[in-house]
């Protein structure tokens, strides 16, 4: 599908994002194991997630969709049942990866595979310290499709090598089957839904912050250690609401700071200080950003209302721990810093060549379509504005974030811009261009 979008006068006006893709794919894993009925209420309905779906109704569970309610008959840790036929996982790295965890420990086996894209990314990752904890999993030359066999785990301690959520929740699903302590160190920290879920269903897990303060002054880095000792008893059955992805929200939060007659108000949006690098890489850039934090609900994520305003932008460098807690955000950062004065810099960003598409290489090649100053580096970019970006022909690659990132590019340049394979937004956000175009018809052809 082409998307052309035109550029509006003012952008304003009040949103809800979709839910949060990564606490659906959570609920829905974790709501499967659970003993007794989960309700995961506001959950997305989208590429990813129809996925994880899929595969826990494959493996037994009984799992009803009515309005934006997902409701789950757990049927406890070892309740689920071998699937007939091969686990597809599409283009969901999520629910791959947590799945080979969460598969491992089980007295049948299972093959998980998706899409050509998902089998393009790397898994060796997940195999390699499941294997450590006694899984029978081998991978294909590092990448699906995952071939399980029933194994007895055993717990261990690990230190990420990769600063990885979807790592340390495989081997934290992992953990649940294993006998004896699993204790995993995560030297940057990095989205911890799992953790929380895991916690409100009443999995014993211990977090601590390793003291940075005993470390020499030149190498002091505090790292955060779960502990997780398989439960003795079953995990209890939750309800929880899911707020708006912060990282579908992004995208309009950076329109509203980068589009010089905006006033936007994004309603009900996820939080959790893990996922909300961006905000504070846009205030240190001069955004005006105001926010109403309100208590957490069932799950115990934080949410709030988030208000803003356009503003003159200027560059910043990003790098170390902030870049896992904004990982997903950097195409539309990108965008952001096309319109900042002076130089941005992203590095320690090499994960980005591994996500849905290589978005340093692809950034840098669609981004100069528009006429953007944006420069690779091995491990991010550095982009040099402000610049008036023109509307061009971009590709977004098959990449959600890619396509919306570009769509936000669109609405600040001169004249049209066409996105080809605009479809791809399904993956995590299948209404994008409706919503762009309740807040600006005129953007949307
Ligand atoms: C996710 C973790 C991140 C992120 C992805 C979702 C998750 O991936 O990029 O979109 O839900 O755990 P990595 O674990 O590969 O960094």
Do not use: W
Not at 145 to 158: D, V
Not at 165 to 194: C, M
Not at 374 to 386: C, K, M, R, S
Request: charged fraction near 20%.
């Amino acid at each position: 599908m082409d998307q052309s979008i035109h550029p509006p006068r003012q952008l304003a006006g009040s949103l809800r994002a979709p839910s949060d893709r990564s606490m659906t794919v959570r609920g829905v894993l974790l709501g499967s194991l659970a003993d007794g009925v989960c309700r995961v209420e506001e959950y997305l309905d989208s590429d990813d997630t129809r996925a994880a779906i899929n595969i826990m109704r494959q493996l037994g569970i009984v799992i009803e969709q009515r309005e934006q309610t997902l409701t789950l008959h757990g049927r406890g840790l070892r309740g689920l049942t071998p699937a007939r036929d091969t686990l597809y996982c599409d283009s969901s790295g999520t629910t791959m990866r947590l799945l080979a965890g969460l598969l491992a420990g089980q007295s049948f086996g299972s093959i998980l595979d998706g899409s050509a894209q998902l089998r393009r990314r790397p898994m060796r990752r997940v195999t390699e310290p499941l294997a450590r904890m006694g899984a029978r999993i081998t991978d294909t030359a590092g990448c699906a499709p995952l071939r399980i066999e029933p194994a007895a785990l055993r717990g261990i301690a690990y230190t990420l090598p990769i600063a990885s959520a979807q790592i340390k929740s495989a081997l934290l699903l992992a953990a649940l089957y294993a006998e004896g302590d699993t204790r995993i160190e995560e030297p940057v920290v990095t989205r911890d839904h799992t953790e929380r879920l895991m916690a409100a269903m009443g999995v014993p897990i211990a977090r601590h912050t390793t003291d940075a303060s005993s470390q020499s002054p030149l190498n002091r880095q505090s790292s955060i250690v779960n502990h997780v000792t398989p439960p003795s008893r079953a995990l209890q059955p939750v309800d929880l609401r899911v707020p708006a992805d912060f990282s579908s929200a992004a995208f309009f939060l950076v329109a509203g700071c980068a589009h010089p007659q905006a006033r936007l108000r994004l309603t009900d949006v996820g939080l959790n200080p893990t996922r909300t690098g961006l905000l504070d890489a846009l205030r240190d850039m001069g955004a005006q950003i105001e926010t109403e934090a309100r208590a957490p609900d069932a799950g115990n994520e934080p949410a709030g209302n988030l208000t803003i305003s356009s503003a003159a932008l200027r560059g910043v460098t990003v790098g170390g721990e902030q870049v896992a807690r904004m990982i997903d955000e950097f195409p539309v950062f990108a965008v952001a810093a096309t319109q900042a004065q002076g130089t941005t810099v992203v590095r320690d960003a090499e994960e980005l060549r591994v996500k849905e598409s290589n978005r340093i290489d692809g950034l840098v090649e669609e981004l100069r379509k528009m006429g953007a100053r944006i420069e690779a580096t091995p491990d991010g970019f550095i982009v040099e504005g402000p610049t008036r970006l023109r509307g061009a022909v971009v590709d977004g690659r098959g990449d959600h974030r890619m396509a919306m990132a570009l769509a936000v590019a669109a609405l600040v340049a001169d004249g049209e811009t066409v996105i080809t394979g605009a479809e791809c937004v399904s993956k995590t956000y299948p209404g994008f261009f409706n919503d762009l175009a309740a807040l600006c018809p005129e953007a949307v052809a």
